[in-house]
Nanobody, 131 residues
Framework: QVQLVESGGGLVQAGGSLRLDCAAS????????MGWFRQAPGKEREFVAA????????WYADSAKGRFTISRDNAKTTVYLQMNSLKPEDTAVYYC????????????????????????WGQGTQVTVSS
């Protein structure tokens, strides 16, 4: 069982930066595959970024490539999402998600972006980008 708590959201002007943290409980954090999703009002939850247990492989949504960076510190049982060059369309509730990783990164290459693949979710943190 893993419990996830996001923090770091807030209000920022377009072009600014935020870093989201997701603190996880549980001694098996280092074996978990982690992801970030977001949901804007009136829209479906969408994938943002994902990272393997080792941090060796990452994936990004096209909207996040070049602006967002996902990373993790297994010693601190925390995963991060550094968001730069923020745009008003990035406004959403951002969620951290986790699932046990049993296989190599290639197994997840067709699965990482589906919310159905994740077993645990945080409560979300609001990010608002003003124009």
């Amino acid at each position: 069982q893993v419990q996830l708590v996001e923090s770091g959201g807030g209000l920022v002007q377009a072009g600014g930066s935020l870093r989201l943290d997701c603190a996880a409980s549980g001694r098996t954090f280092s074996s978990y595959f982690m992801g970030w999703f977001r949901q804007a009002p009136g829209k479906e939850r969408e994938f943002v970024a994902a990272i393997t247990w080792s941090g060796g492989t990452t994936w990004y949504a096209d909207s996040a490539k070049g602006r967002f960076t996902i990373s993790r510190d297994n010693a601190k049982t925390t995963v991060y999402l550094q968001m730069n060059s923020l745009k008003p369309e990035d406004t959403a509730v951002y969620y951290c998600a986790a699932r046990p990783q049993y296989y190599s990164a290639s197994y997840y290459s067709a699965r990482y972006s589906s919310s159905r693949e994740y077993d645990y979710w945080g409560q979300g943190t609001q990010v608002t980008v003003s124009s």
